[in-house]
């Protein structure tokens, strides 16, 4: 495995708020916890979808989402902690190959939400390096803001499936709480593509 | 030593009812985790371009997925089998929390005439558990309910935002022949 990095130098604030910079029509599926946050104060918006619930789930949300609007971009943000729970996805998601998803994954190598635990990409496992196994058509270490700006330019492309973990340090910003109504939130992001409620 | 029900002729014609009905709901996302009672409704969803047939490797994958999938505008259903229902608990809780159509064929395990008894206690909690996590059951044993049935439960789902699922009996679906 080489020399394990716990998590990196980047300000995940800053990273997150990059990504979201001139986002246009990109939807947005956002994994518990910090990743959460992170969006949230990168500013509120009617593409956001936000978990509170359903630990690894995120990117298989990102997944359906992807494959039923395949002429968006979607984009997944979520934390190491929330994609290892979903580990398997990764290989369901390889198989179905949507080349409008990309999977951010902020990773600072802990459990940041319940007491920076040393998580198990702290200890060696390189979530892109799984997603690159399972066949992602584009995986990254991002160690640097010049990837980050990389990321975001290419996640725009829907030109292949997509994986990054982004090294982010391991701290914990003030909390910037989405709306936990999950059902409004699911309604306002239907609402923005067009669909009423029931 | 295995023993057949007298007079027990399962119909066949049931499994082929499942796809069509999920057609007619306009079904656009099938994702599942294989069972020998949904072989041929998987055969056919993944033989069918007019929708997506997605294979999971954990059943409750598959609530992320149609959560997804009806933000995007679409319906989908999950097939699975009970034990399956064992993994999705703490994923229930999107669905409650969200209200979003969640639509379950679950073939039951440790139901009837059941050979593997590991499989007794999961398939003995499986349909409490999901009354437990707010989803509603129906269950047929007769080939002739299952379409009534799933029509009904894709109804109840579509048009309340609801979690329905419908269990397929282990007397409905056969006796598992472990010994030839």
């Known amino acids: ?198 | 030593m295995t023993i057949a029900e007298p007079e027990l002729h399962p119909g066949l014609d049931w499994q082929d009812d499942v796809y069509r009905v999920l057609k007619e709901h306009d079904i656009k996302h099938v994702v599942y985790v294989p069972d020998a009672g949904h072989a041929t409704a998987i055969r056919l969803a993944e033989a069918d371009n007019a929708l997506k047939s997605v294979v999971l490797t954990t059943e409750e994958e598959g609530i992320g997925y149609l959560a997804g999938a009806w933000l995007g505008g679409q319906r989908g259903a999950l097939l699975m089998q009970s034990s399956g229902v064992g993994n999705c608990i703490n994923t229930l809780a999107l669905q409650v929390c969200t209200r979003f159509p969640l639509l379950m064929v679950i073939t039951m395990r440790g139901d009837w005439a059941e050979f593997n008894g590991w499989q007794n206690p999961m398939g003995q909690a499986t349909e409490k558990a999901l009354n437990l996590m707010g989803v509603m059951t129906w269950r047929a044993d007769d080939p002739k309910d299952v379409a009534p049935l799933l029509h009904g439960a894709a109804t109840t789902a579509f048009n309340g935002d609801a979690a329905c699922a419908l269990l397929l009996g282990q007397r409905l679906i056969g006796e598992k022949q472990w010994v030839k």
């Open chain 1, 1 to 198: 495995m080489g020399e394990v990095i716990k998590g990196g130098a980047l300000d995940r604030r800053a990273v997150v708020s990059r990504l979201l910079a001139d986002r246009g029509d990109l939807l947005v599926v956002t994994g518990l916890g910090s990743a959460s946050y992170d969006v949230m104060a990168a500013g509120d918006h009617d593409g956001n979808y936000y978990l509170w619930a359903a630990m690894g789930s995120a990117a298989m949300v990102g997944l359906g989402l992807a494959t039923a609007q395949p002429d968006r971009s979607v984009l997944v943000v979520t934390g190491d902690g929330e994609m290892l729970m979903g580990f398997g996805a990764l290989a369901t998601i390889a198989l179905c190959k949507p080349a409008n998803l990309t999977i951010a994954v902020l990773d600072n190598g802990h459990f940041g939400e319940t007491g920076m635990q040393e998580s198990h990409a702290g200890r060696g496992i390189d979530l892109d390096r799984v997603a690159a196994t399972c066949g992602f058509d584009w995986t990254a270490e991002i160690t640097d803001m010049a990837g980050v700006e990389n990321l975001r330019r290419r996640m725009h492309a829907r030109d292949g499936l997509k994986l990054a973990t982004l090294k982010i340090k391991a701290e914990n910003p003030p909390r910037v709480l989405p709306p936990r109504d999950g059902v409004y939130v699911k309604n306002r992001f239907r609402a923005a593509l067009g669909h009423a409620p029931i």
